[in-house]
């Protein structure tokens, strides 16, 4: 056996599995404070905050008598209330006997139902909260784009002769008028694909009149994780000349042709910023794709994303704006996840989209190898997908300890203890089957 050749492929194993434990512990951390700061403020005491399982190989207690700790199993974590029997707050009997109701009082089980249900509520509540504020970190950071259609900064294509420059605002493309952003995208959308347009733009107060580079051109703007194009070494800026020798002007016909492949090999010439050009042949892979309107569309894709031949001038957002789209960013996310396990469920989908553990890893590590700001864009995607399928009312997760709750305040007392065992068993054993489903999705899928 070739020990050093198997050196890269170590080395690639350890930065997904690094990156998925860095991601996870992110994750669950400020899930797991969710739980303990609102627990704290509403009387709920906290013996343990654990990030990780297993043996703790470090400690330490704080004045309030909480202790935190990590284990030596970096892949999940729990805060255990007083009062509670082990991690996922199963009722400690004998303990809960032998408390006076103050004692009781500072217990999961003993507090009122408000602070029992507000402290379970909190940890996917907390998740959410972090995919916002990551969301509307990026807006702040990169800002939006504005109304008008004015070039802020332009893509490097391999174009002939006259082009845009940076504060150009387009007038009209290919004689058609262009008044704003929106009417700009949907018009040069419409454009048949060609090797230039016309442009007629206001430069420096002056009307300007000229051929340049077709609106959308085939520039990859983004390479997906775990695509075929990332697989042959594309990287966001590589622009598509052709493919299997007919040459292309537009994303849409690159669109087509990977669409009309049927999951055929593809060989594409590509033009690298810097004036360079190589060769690379690739095979689309069959993926159900989420629709703007809802549902989804079932395509061979390669993985890239397309756009504008330009960065439109981007605004700075107040931190409102920015909150606010990071919270529609969020729900899009939290909606297009339902829409798709409802369309696995009904079989519309293959049920291959689920991902265990090993994918999500490897989509961790692919996130990191793209980037901080791609990784940190998927911790916040990830934290929405966790704080989502936390709400499922499954026992054992919080969405099912929120329906027993919610079972109390209607019938005015809890499940009984026996009811609550076997419920919270039977959530365990139907989350137990469904990781071992993702997992085999993750080892069968192609």
Same mark, same amino acid.
């Given at each position: ?6 050196? @890269? ?30 627990g704290r403020w509403t009387g709920i005491h906290a013996e343990v905050f654990s990030l990780g399982f297993g043996p703790v190989i470090w400690s330490r207690v704080d004045r309030r008598g909480t202790r935190w700790q990590l284990a030596?199993? $970096? ?36 507090? *009122? ?35 008008? @259609? =004015? ?14 420059? @940076?504060? /150009? ?10 008044? /704003? ?11 048949? $694909? ?20 077709? @609106?959308? *051109? *085939? ?16 990287? $966001?800026?590589? =622009? ?32 690298? *910023? ?17 629709? #703007? ?18 960065? #439109? ?31 696995m469920i009904t079989g519309a989908i293959s049920s291959c989209n689920l991902q265990g553990p090993i994918g999500i890893a490897e989509t961790s590590g692919a996130a990191a190898s793209a980037g901080a700001a791609s990784f940190i ?15 499922? #009312? ?20 809890? #499940? ?31």
């Open positions: 056996m070739d020990i050093l050749g198997l050196i @890269p492929s170590f080395g690639g194993l350890v930065w997904t599995v690094l990156a998925f434990v860095v991601a996870l512990s992110i994750i669950v951390a400020v899930h797991e404070y969710g739980h303990y700061i609102v030596a199993l $970096p892949f999940g974590g729990f805060v255990k209330f007083l009062g509670d029997a082990d991690a996922a707050s199963g009722k400690d009997t004998v303990a809960m006997a032998g408390m006076t109701p103050h004692q009781a009082r500072n217990t999961m089980h003993g507090a *009122p139902l408000w602070a029992r249900a507000s402290t379970v509520a909190a940890g996917p509540v907390f998740n959410f909260i972090l995919s916002i504020l990551v969301f509307a970190g990026f807006f702040m950071i990169n800002g939006i784009a504005t109304d008008l @259609p =004015v070039v802020g900064q332009m893509k490097d294509v391999p174009h002939q002769g006259q082009t845009l420059l @940076p504060g /150009d605002q387009i007038l009209s493309v290919a004689g058609q008028d262009t008044p /704003d952003l929106a009417a700009l995208v949907a018009k040069a959308g419409d454009l048949p $694909p060609a090797p230039a347009v016309a442009y007629r733009v206001l430069r420096d107060g002056a009307e300007v009149t000229f051929d340049g580079p077709f @609106p959308f *051109p *085939p520039v990859a703007d983004g390479v997906q994780a775990m695509s075929a194009a990332q697989d042959v070494g594309m990287m $966001p800026g590589d =622009v598509v000349l052709s493919v299997d020798g007919t040459a292309i002007h537009a994303f849409e016909q690159l669109r087509d042709a990977v669409g009309a492949s049927g999951g055929k090999p593809l060989l594409l010439n590509i033009w690298r *910023p810097g004036g360079t050009t190589y060769e690379a042949a690739l095979v689309p892979r069959r993926m159900d794709i989420p629709l #703007p309107e809802g549902g989804f569309e079932t395509r061979w894709l390669i993985g890239l994303s397309g756009g504008l031949v330009f960065q #439109p001038e981007t605004r700075t957002p107040g931190p409102f704006e920015a909150v606010g789209d990071g919270a529609a960013q969020t729900l899009r996310i939290a909606q297009t996840s339902l829409s798709g396990l409802w369309h864009w998927f911790i916040a995607m990830l934290s929405t997908a966790v704080g989502l399928m936390n709400l499922f #009312p499954v026992p054992v997760l919080d969405g099912g300890h929120l329906v027993f709750h919610a079972y109390e305040a209607v019938s005015g007392k809890p #499940p009984s203890d026996r009811a609550l065992q076997v419920l919270m068993t039977t959530g365990l054993a139907l989350l137990l089957t469904l990781m071992v489903f993702a997992l085999t999705n993750d080892i069968f899928c192609p």
